[in-house]
């Protein structure tokens, strides 16, 4: 049984410089993902946002391409997201099951179709959880707000927690390209068939739209603390305006007594 193996082991890879170092048969690439063939008929599948992908790796051959390709990861994972899809070939006809899919034959775009989903999968579960404790946080200022009438945060650490709310956000929005499908598959019906059934099976589209609503509800929110962050602002000159007319008026009385 051949098997697919996907990780998500950082927030992103500098694939630029890893193509110029790395040596093994190029079939694809772009500004976003690298595509490779290896002396043991082994494919690896690079993202620059932080996944890499095997076919037909073990666990000692995957551990040594890590060891490669470390150096060139930004911001590494404490914690790996990982998931696994096993291919069987010389089947009757394509079949697609919970975590496996049977086919007549392969070759190296049916392949990479096949990593590529398994890769937005494990990519999903990586932003699903980053996404999580954006509306995690944002619903813990929201309650307090709810229970004092008025944010906790001052105005420095409130603007530090919005940029780093929105440096969160931005990124997941800017990664989510992935869900587009490849080239290959508007002009291959039997490929399109393919990565439509893959989607299926992973249920992205589901999972990229959850995704979506939680950043429009983390957008929501940081608009109205924002707008409390002005009023704060605005009302806090107010008071500054009124003391230094209160403090020249009490000057013109002072001047005018004596």
């Known amino acids: 049984m051949l098997k697919v193996s996907s990780f998500q082991i950082a927030d992103?890879?500098?694939?630029?410089?890893?193509?110029t170092v790395f040596t093994a048969e190029l079939l694809h690439s772009d500004s976003d993902e690298l595509f490779y063939r290896t002396d043991s008929e082994g494919?690896?599948?690079?993202?620059?946002?932080?996944?890499?992908?095997?076919?037909?790796?073990?666990?000692?051959?995957?551990?040594?391409?890590?060891?490669?390709?470390?150096?060139?990861?930004?911001?590494?994972?404490?914690?790996?997201?990982?998931?696994?899809?096993?291919?069987?070939?010389?089947?009757?006809?394509?079949k697609l099951g919970f975590n496996k899919i049977e086919l007549t034959s392969i070759d190296s775009n049916v392949l990479r179709l096949i990593m590529l989903n398994v890769s937005q999968s494990v990519a999903l579960d990586h932003y699903s959880q980053l996404?999580?404790?954006?509306?995690?946080?944002?619903?813990?200022?929201?309650?307090?707000?709810?229970?004092?009438?008025?944010?906790e945060l001052s105005g420095v650490n409130l603007?530090?927690?919005?940029?780093?709310?929105?440096?969160?956000?931005?990124?997941?929005?800017?990664?989510l390209y992935i869900?587009?499908?490849?080239?290959?598959?508007?002009?291959?019906?039997?490929?399109?068939?393919?990565?439509?059934?893959?989607?299926?099976?992973f249920d992205l589209q589901d999972r990229f739209q959850t995704i979506q609503e939680g950043l429009a509800i983390v957008k929501e929110n940081l608009e109205l603390f924002k707008d409390l962050l002005q009023y704060r602002n605005s009302t806090q000159l107010e008071w500054v305006i009124i003391i230094l007319i209160l403090v020249e008026v009490v000057n013109i009385f002072v001047e005018r007594i004596w």
Not at 194 to 201: E, N, R, V
């Open 12 to 19: 992103s890879i500098d694939i630029k410089t890893f193509k």
């Open 43 to 94: 494919f690896i599948y690079v993202f620059k946002f932080g996944i890499i992908a095997f076919f037909n790796f073990n666990e000692i051959q995957i551990a040594s391409f890590m060891e490669v390709i470390n150096p060139y990861c930004k911001n590494k994972l404490d914690t790996r997201l990982s998931e696994e899809f096993e291919i069987e070939i010389n089947a009757p006809r394509m």
């Open 131 to 151: 996404t999580n404790i954006l509306l995690e946080e944002t619903n813990y200022h929201t309650q307090i707000l709810e229970r004092k009438g008025r944010m």
């Open 159 to 175: 603007k530090k927690y919005i940029g780093r709310t929105l440096n969160i956000k931005n990124r997941i929005t800017a990664n």
């Open 179 to 201: 869900f587009d499908s490849p080239e290959e598959t508007w002009e291959d019906e039997s490929l399109n068939k393919l990565d439509l059934g893959l989607k299926k099976t």
